[in-house]
């Protein structure tokens, strides 16, 4: 393959980090022109030295100055604001867009890099949570691949090269438990933010961890596993694997099933999808059979972990609704996270705002936008109200 040109949203998170590391590791293949940061405008400077980076965006402008004076003896061109972001992700320097962006915030640079035409490495799983139907269609009009960073739709992306058109059973999508899989209702139920944060295998940024100790992300993943693969949902099984050894899995029609492996390592999927369709060197742990003991598999308990449940409805009732559940979880997770409300509080919320945000059966992009304010706005005061 040729040198890739990246443009990499979100760099100073976890997943951002992880893809510089491979950076690191392939400089003759991968080069930097955009780096971008919500708030870390200290390590986004660092990065933008280091990697020699054409263009830094600083999204709050409350720290455009203070990185615009870092960089003002290099040659780094520096931005603010998402307007910035999705100008620049559409220029003719980048190759290919990594959109590790947090949360809702990761649609709209996403939709302006396909419209654009750039290959998109998507880590960012609310864009098609709550946009899935829009994005996938607009990426098939301009012909964009969309390759999935999330360790578990790689690994259900690699399942499937070679298939040959195959048809698919079922997807197995695998999910560790997180902290609390072998927790009582009544123990959750006291669940602090200190404890939902020790996630036992994936070190991860804070949202996510929390989403990982509800289940919630793998109710996202549920839903981004639809639109990516086309499958129902009635297709795709949630299975829970404490050791994170199989990353997801693919049975076939014939009933062969196919299984992805690895230590958890993000670095791993991101260099695939950086690197797709090449497999390339890479300095990470590699697998020992013979000292992996047993892996283990069970069933996911939906009374304890209800958001999986309402993931599943979400994606069933459709049209705005998978938005509207986003939107809603990311309110109640950051109250969580300030400790202004309770572990199940979290989906007592998201079910509110799904009983009371209006219904939009085929919701065009604008309705994306309206259904994600009016949920955070309804979230929001019913935490105030009454949590």
Not at 286 to 309: I, M, N, Q, T
């Amino acid at each position: 393959m040729g040198k890739r040109i990246l443009a990499i949203l979100g760099s100073t998170g976890s997943i951002g980090r992880q893809a510089l590391e491979v950076v690191r590791q392939h400089p003759d293949l991968f080069e930097i022109d955009l780096l971008t940061a919500n708030n870390n405008s200290r390590l986004l400077v660092e990065q933008a030295l280091e990697f020699d980076a054409n263009n830094v965006v600083i999204c709050n402008p409350d720290k455009y100055r203070e990185v615009s004076d870092a960089l003002d003896s290099s040659l780094v061109k520096t931005f603010c604001g998402m307007d910035s972001v999705c100008d620049l992700v559409s220029g003719d320097t980048v190759d290919m867009v990594l959109t590790a962006m947090v949360g809702f915030s990761g649609l709209r640079s996403t939709v302006a890099a396909i419209e654009a035409g750039k290959p998109i490495a998507l880590a960012n799983k609310e864009t098609l949570v709550a946009a899935g139907g829009i994005v996938m269609k607009l990426a098939e009009d301009k012909n964009v691949p969309v390759l999935p960073v999330d360790s578990e739709h790689s690994a259900i992306f690699q399942c499937l090269q070679g298939s040959n058109g195959a048809p698919v059973r079922k997807i197995h999508l695998t999910a560790s438990g997180g902290p609390f899989r072998t927790w009582t209702k009544e123990q959750l139920e006291k669940a602090t933010r200190k404890e939902a944060l020790k996630h036992p295998n994936w070190k991860m940024g804070e949202k996510i961890t929390i989403d990982s100790a509800t289940m919630m992300n793998k109710g996202l993943e549920i839903i981004e596993a639809k639109w990516l693969f086309g499958v129902s949902p009635e297709k795709i099984n949630v299975v829970v694997h404490p050791e994170s050894i199989i990353h997801s899995m693919v049975e076939y029609a014939d009933g062969a099933v196919i299984a992805q492996l690895g230590h958890p390592d993000m670095k791993e999927p991101i260099q695939y999808a950086l690197g797709y369709p090449a497999r390339l060197e890479l300095d990470n742990r590699k697998l020992d059979f013979a000292s992996l003991g047993s892996l283990s598999f069970h069933a996911p308990d939906f009374d304890r972990f209800p958001a999986l449940r309402i993931a599943y409805e979400s994606i069933r009732r459709g049209g705005n609704m998978p938005c509207v559940m986003n939107a809603a979880n990311e309110i109640a997770v950051a109250a969580f996270l300030r400790e202004k409300i309770g572990f199940y509080d979290i989906c007592d919320t998201v079910e509110y705002c799904i009983e009371h945000v209006p219904f939009i059966a085929e919701p065009c992009l604008e309705d994306i936008f309206s259904s994600n304010d009016e949920a955070a706005a309804i979230a929001a005061e019913y935490i105030r109200q009454n949590l």
